[in-house]
């Protein structure tokens, strides 16, 4: 660990003070989405991104002349850490881990001060227009075209698996502006108001029963110039800084330490009788083999951001834990399915409208399971994570 | 380039040690029977102590080299990547660990002599609380102890085997179920032997003593604290144990990656097979999770001095979820290669099958860590 900056920061004092306040002042009915393992949707986290931005804590991970916390990675970790901890939210994504660094690195001036502030104060919610039906893993794929005409741009095509596209008020989104050089250059970043004429929204079904993702349609949608970030054409550029900024996510294995927390108490509370005491014995056991795991994983993530705050490279770290998280969680959800058992897979919800008669935590239980499956597909599948490792250590 | 480990414990100590065992590995490979390569294990156990390694872990007021835990560890690491059939842990580690905590007469004299290598101590040992004798199929070791004569009777198996040990130190519940420590002179009892060889190619000793008559003052501690070094002891072996293991997962991928790199069938190299190269990926993957945590612990050891038996019943858990894991997917990628003697990763993988095994096996370690969490 760098022990000057270490000198300077009490880690511990600055972990209580997080705790004072996020276990007090986050609603309860946030805290209960969270802690059944609920969707969360946009009122509810805006509401705790209000609460966090008045105390001061809108973006742990901006400099502070933005609006920022300016802390660094290791505080930036303890914060998820005790937001977990705490059953509360962690802060929306799309704005303050994805787009917002984007911006303060390469957005103009104006481009700042219009779109910054209310990403800080959760007034205004993004999404991410990258995957199309024939750009997925191969991202640089991608078809949807802007040409100039004028001072904007005039931007066709289709996005798909856009989460929260039905909610959000903007989506970054990368487009072809150019098809006359190699596929990774030509492609342009743009800003892009969900509701613009031409742009259609379809929602996908999945099979956890959840609205999260959609299919946009743009049709002859009509973006300003001023709206495309940084240089035309340099958006492969941009889109790969985004993903570098998020390249630790999975360094916080609070939120899974809880969802372990969480299955160990259902198995407690479904398995009580003495009759059921074999198969109680044999889920905790397999409990306890996923929290083996899990500390491992801890600890590479520890080892991680020590790395970045000592300026050591981290090169497989991130895949590693990306991709050994994301299947322990798929693991973890497995056990909470065979514990709901047979007669609880009967009674799962139609849709998330639907209302819903059964045992409400047990469908939740059930969505969970399903929705982790998109785990090892989302930010890098495994076999893309498993591509990045390889390429590392054969060297090719 | 293709990947090559980082060492945990990188220091002179690490780069020292690997360097001795490759010697040793090499110099080794000439000799054909059985005789000839225990009789050069031996002489690698004496360079070991002229090199000062038995007094890593003693004080500089007894005689040793007051050398840390994260330096024993970075000589255990350095072996291991090149699986040097040595009890280093068991032979010059625990022994110092066991006595630490204890008082008993001429303790000095004792641990300046191990320091130096005139006294070489053969640890064995009777799992003393209940849940760790679950451990033991092959244990039935008894000793009377009276005022007026001291006998042991009964058997041991799979000990790891010190060479040219001059006493043996075993640690045993007498007929009251008091635990006891004894230092016997080798040269004053007469057991009956056996030698074998472990999967690791590490000799290993059976012991049956038969009316064995001990004097009482080779009996050098006893009693409650006895009993909390013992099971200090067990946990520092699994960690070392641990170190161990991550050590020959590291080099026995850094072997596998190179072979995969090299090696051509349909006019390709093995590398450029994706089911190959993932198959690489995945137990990568659990070897930087697993060598992190060894890291962590070991060091949160080193700087407490104490081991959380839970916190290191997962460290084990894991390990046996990962360990046999990289050892079979290093055995399938090699083809026949794998199976093999002469290959280098089939000794590291025959120490890392053996680590699993060695202080708690995975099933042992799962129980543990039920059983406090029960307690929690």
């Given amino acids: 660990m760098n022990t000057d900056v270490k000198a300077a920061i009490d880690y511990d004092a600055f972990r209580a003070e997080i705790h004072a306040f996020v276990s007090t002042q986050c609603p309860p009915d946030i805290k209960q989405i969270m802690a059944l393992n609920r969707k969360l949707s946009r009122e509810p986290w805006s509401r705790w991104q209000k609460i966090l931005f008045a105390r001061g804590w809108g973006a742990p991970n901006w400099p502070v002349e933005y609006g920022g916390t300016g802390w660094n990675p290791r505080q930036q970790a303890i914060f998820g850490e005790v937001l977990a901890e705490n059953d509360c939210p962690p802060q929306y994504h799309h704005g303050l881990r994805h787009i917002g660094p984007v911006l303060i690195e390469f957005g103009s001036e104006s481009q700042k001060a219009r779109y910054l502030p209310p990403i800080l104060d959760g007034s205004e919610w993004w999404c991410q227009g990258y995957s199309e039906p024939n750009a997925g893993s191969d991202l640089a794929s991608l078809k949807t075209h802007a040409r100039i005409e004028g001072d904007v741009f005039i931007v066709n095509g289709q996005k798909t698996w856009t989460s929260h596209a039905q909610e959000s008020d903007l989506m970054y989104t990368l487009v072809r502006t150019s098809d006359e050089t190699r596929k990774q250059e030509g492609i342009s970043l743009l800003i892009i108001p969900v509701r613009s004429t031409g742009i259609t929204i379809r929602p996908i079904r999945t099979i956890d029963g959840w609205h999260h993702v959609n ?83 801890q600890e590479l993530g520890l080892e991680a951001i020590d790395a ?70 989302y930010g890098g599948s495994n076999e893309v994570q498993k591509n990045m490792i390889a390429r590392e250590i054969f060297g090719h | ?22 010697d040793a590995e090499i110099e080794s490979s000439g000799l054909l029977n059985a ?3 225990r009789q ?15 007094a890593c872990l003693i004080p500089e007021a007894d005689g040793g080299l007051d050398g840390s835990l994260l330096d024993f560890c970075a000589l255990l690491e350095g072996t291991a990547t090149h699986a040097l059939p040595l009890p280093l842990s068991s032979g010059m580690g625990l022994p110092a660990i066991l006595l630490a905590p204890l008082r008993f ?52 198996a799979g000990v790891e085997r010190v060479p040219e040990a001059t006493h043996l130190l075993l640690c045993c519940q007498n007929q009251d179920g008091d635990p006891t420590l004894w230092l016997i002179p080798n040269n004053e ?5 056996s030698h074998e060889i472990r999967i690791d190619s590490r000799d290993s000793l059976s012991l049956t003593f038969n009316a064995q008559k ?28 641990s170190v161990e293991a991550v050590a020959s997962m590291g080099a026995a991928l850094e072997q596998t990656i190179r072979y995969l790199s090299e090696r051509e069938q349909f006019g390709v190299t093995l590398s450029s097979f994706q089911v190959l190269r993932h198959y690489l990926a995945d137990v990568y993957a659990k070897y930087d999770s697993i060598r992190a945590f060894v890291s962590a612990l070991t060091r949160k050891v080193s700087d407490s001095g104490e081991i959380q038996n839970r916190e290191l019943s997962l460290l084990k858990l894991y390990l046996s979820q990962v360990g046999p894991k990289l050892a079979h997917t290093v055995i399938q990628v090699h083809g026949g290669m794998g199976m093999t003697e002469e290959l280098w990763a089939t000794r590291l993988n025959k120490r890392l099958l053996m680590t699993n095994l060695e202080f708690g096996d995975g099933q042992f370690h799962a129980e543990r860590a039920y059983i406090t969490t029960k307690a929690d």
């Avoid at chain 1, 889109?239 to 160990?264: C, D, H, I, M, V």
């Avoid at chain 1, 705050?309 to 994301?326: E, F, H, Y």
């Avoid at chain 2, 609380?129 to 001291?150: G, R, V």
Wanted: aromatic share 10%; with cysteine.
């Fill in chain 2, 1 to 22: 380039m293709t990947f090559t480990v980082t060492p945990i414990f990188g220091s002179e100590f690490q780069e020292s040690a690997s360097r001795f065992a490759k």
């Fill in chain 2, 40 to 54: 050069h294990r031996d002489q690698k156990w004496k360079e070991m102590i002229a090199l000062g390694w038995s």
């Fill in chain 1, 215 to 297: 299919e946009v349609f743009l049709d002859n949608v009509e973006v300003p110039l001023s709206d495309c970030i940084g240089e035309i054409g340099d958006g492969w550029k941009y889109g790969k800084f985004l993903l570098a900024r998020e390249r630790l996510n999975s360094a916080n294995t609070a939120p899974l330490f809880q969802y372990l927390k969480r299955t160990r108490t259902l198995i407690n509370e479904r398995f009580s009788k003495p009759e059921q005491l074999q198969r109680k014995q044999a889920l905790e056991f397999r409990l306890l083999n996923a929290e083996a795991e899990l500390r491992a994983i």
């Fill in chain 2, 105 to 156: 007469k001429d303790k000095s004299s004792l641990l300046s002599s191990m320091a130096d290598g005139s006294i070489r101590p053969q640890l064995i040992y009777q799992p003393l609380d209940p849940f760790l004798k679950q451990m033991s199929h092959e244990m039935t070791l008894n000793i009377i102890q009276t005022a007026e004569k001291c006998v042991l009777q009964g058997k041991v």
């Fill in chain 2, 214 to 241: 001990l004097q009482n003052d080779w009996c050098i501690a006893s009693g409650s604290a006895l009993e909390a070094s013992f099971a200090r002891m067990f946990n520092y072996g699994a960690l070392l144990s």
């Fill in chain 1, 308 to 377: 970045v705050m000592n300026k050591k490279p981290i090169r497989l770290q991130p895949s590693v834990l990306k991709l050994n998280s994301a299947g322990l969680f798929q693991a973890i959800t497995e056990i909470g399915m065979e514990i709901m058992g047979p007669e609880y897979a009967a009674s799962m919800p139609a849709d998330e409208q639907s209302v819903f008669d059964g045992n409400a935590q047990a469908a939740l239980w059930l969505q969970n399971y399903f929705y982790s499956r998109v785990r090892t597909i």
């Fill in chain 2, 35 to 37: 005789d000839q390569k």
């Fill in chain 2, 189 to 193: 009892i007469s057991p009956t032997v």
